[in-house]
């Protein structure tokens, strides 16, 4: 598993590079750990910036999915693992087949910032009377099992391919190429699509949403 810890040193938006802002997608999940839920109490949230270099920032707030499968994996198979924790944030270069994840890290001016940062919008779930947030646009505002909702993105090279969406799934995983909601056996093959998966299991959603506008860090 190749992790490093912590404490080392459209619908596109940016966050700042090393010499200059780096534009990104940013996502907002929150779903549960089974295959029901209610808008507004999900346990398991996160938001991951998709930035047009490839790097990706993932933000873990409340995280109650354990086990299932975690990684980055081509529909072959070959990637690298990692073990999601709640409240911490990691950041990855997506545009080769394996990567190293930098845990405890936030992605900031083109370079590795140690320190975990909680979700833009919040560790928790959003109250339904706030969903979706200002400025952004909502996906799904009720709950669903074993479906996908698809974001736009600008041409970002992710896992070895040009991509311009990603495919966000109920299941916890994103896929790209095409979505999936492969809810059985799901393993570093399955589904079988290039993918970014975080205990993936037979899990649901009941908001999802990006930020519409978007930006640069």
Known sequence: ???????????IR????????????????EGETGTGGTPGLSSCIYEVY?????????RLGNWANTGG??????????????SPAANTSYVWNATGTTTTF??????????LVAGSAAPSKGASATATANWPPAGWTSLQNFSVDDAFVTV????????????????IGSNAY???????????????TNPALD??????????YQQVGYLTAGGSK
């Open 174 to 188: 994103i896929t790209f190429g095409s979505g999936s909601s492969a809810w059985s056996a799901l393993s570093t």
């Open 69 to 82: 499968v975690s990684g980055q994996y081509t529909a072959a198979g070959v990637g690298t693992a990692f």
């Open 195 to 204: 993918k970014f998966m975080f205990n993936a299991g037979d899990r649901s």
């Open 102 to 111: 930098n845990t405890g890290y936030t992605y900031q001016n083109g370079a």
């Open 14 to 29: 940016s966050k700042a590079a090393a010499g200059g802002a780096v534009a990104y997608q940013l996502v907002r999940y």
């Open 50 to 58: 998709i930035f047009v270099n490839g790097f990706i920032e993932l």
């Open 152 to 167: 736009t993105l600008a041409a970002t090279t992710i896992i070895a391919a040009s991509r311009t969406a990603a495919y």
């Open 1 to 11: 598993m190749a992790t490093k810890g912590t404490g080392r040193g459209p619908l």
